[in-house]
T-cell receptor, first 116, second 109 residues
Framework: GAVVSQHPSRVICKSGTSVKIECRSL??????MFWYRQFPKQSLMLMAT?????????EQGVEKDKFLINHASLTLSTLTVTSAHPEDSSFYIC????????????FGNGTRLTVT | GQNIDQPTEMTATEGAIVQINCTYQ??????LFWYQQHAGEAPTFLSY??LDGLEEKGRFSSFLSRSKGYSYLLLKELQMKDSASYLC??????????WGAGTKLIIKP
C-alpha cells in the first residue's frame, strides 16, 4: 500500500538553529501534501497545504517565514523550522494523497522536535 | 463554519463493544476517516467512508450517513491495546482534512 516516509523521527536542536523535516511519498505521486502540528493532549492542527511547484497555503496564525515549506517534486515536501524556539517543540506530521485514484490520506510517522 | 463533534472520553470493558459517534458540518464532503492514535505516536488509518452504509474490517466497523452528517466507529471484542484516542476527520471540498478533537477511549479489565 501507499507509504509516506517522514524523516527524522526525532530531533533535538538548540534555540536559534533551523531544522528541516522531510516528507516523501514512496510509491505514489502526491500533488498535495499537508503539514500538521500537534501539541500535547490536543488534536492535530493543520499548518499548511503544500502543492507541488507552487507556494504553500498557510493556515491563519501560522508564520510562513518561520515555517518554510518547499514542495519541489511530486514525491517530496520539506518543512523547515527556522530560528527555532522552545515553544516550537511539538510533534510535526505530514500527510499526502494520491488524488488521482481517490486514495485516502496517508500519514508519515511524525517528527518529535525538541528545542532546548 | 466547519465543525466536527465527537465525545471527549469514553470508557468500556475488555471484551465488550463500544460505539464512538461523530457528527460533522463541513463545506463539501470527499470522505470521512477514522484514525487511531496512541499517545506519542502519529495517527494510524482505520477506515475511510465516502458512501452511505457500513464498512466492516475485522473488529472495527465504520458507518456513514451523509444526509445526517453522521458517522460512527464500532469496536467489537475490545482489547486493552484498543485504549487510544480515536480521531474523526472529514475531507472537505478543497481536499483538506477537518479534524475532530478526538475521543479518548479507556478500556478497563
Amino acid at each position: 500500500g501507499a507509504v509516506v516516509s517522514q524523516h527524522p523521527s526525532r530531533v533535538i536542536c538548540k534555540s536559534g538553529t533551523s531544522v528541516k523535516i522531510e516528507c516523501r511519498s514512496l510509491d505514489f505521486q502526491a500533488t498535495t501534501m499537508f503539514w500538521y502540528r500537534q501539541f500535547p493532549k490536543q488534536s492535530l492542527m493543520l499548518m499548511a497545504t503544500s502543492n507541488e511547484g507552487s507556494k504553500a497555503t498557510y493556515e491563519q496564525g501560522v508564520e510562513k517565514d518561520k515555517f518554510l515549506i518547499n514542495h519541489a517534486s511530486l514525491t517530496l515536501s520539506t518543512l523547515t523550522v527556522t530560528s527555532a524556539h522552545p515553544e516550537d517543540s511539538s510533534f510535526y506530521i505530514c500527510s499526502a494523497s494520491g488524488l488521482s485514484d481517490n486514495s485516502p490520506l496517508h500519514f508519515g510517522n511524525g517528527t518529535r522536535l525538541t528545542v532546548t | 463554519g466547519q465543525n466536527i463533534d465527537q465525545p471527549t472520553e469514553m470508557t468500556a470493558t475488555e471484551g465488550a463493544i463500544v460505539q464512538i459517534n461523530c457528527t460533522y458540518q463541513t463545506s463539501g464532503f470527499n470522505g470521512l476517516f477514522w484514525y487511531q492514535q496512541h499517545a506519542g505516536e502519529a495517527p494510524t488509518f482505520l477506515s475511510y467512508n465516502v458512501l452511505d452504509g457500513l464498512e466492516e474490517k475485522g473488529r472495527f466497523s465504520s458507518f456513514l450517513s451523509r444526509s445526517k452528517g453522521y458517522s460512527y466507529l464500532l469496536l467489537k471484542e475490545l482489547q486493552m491495546k484498543d485504549s487510544a484516542s480515536y480521531l474523526c476527520a472529514v475531507l472537505d471540498s478543497n481536499y483538506q482534512l477537518i479534524w475532530g478533537a478526538g475521543t479518548k477511549l479507556i478500556i478497563k479489565p
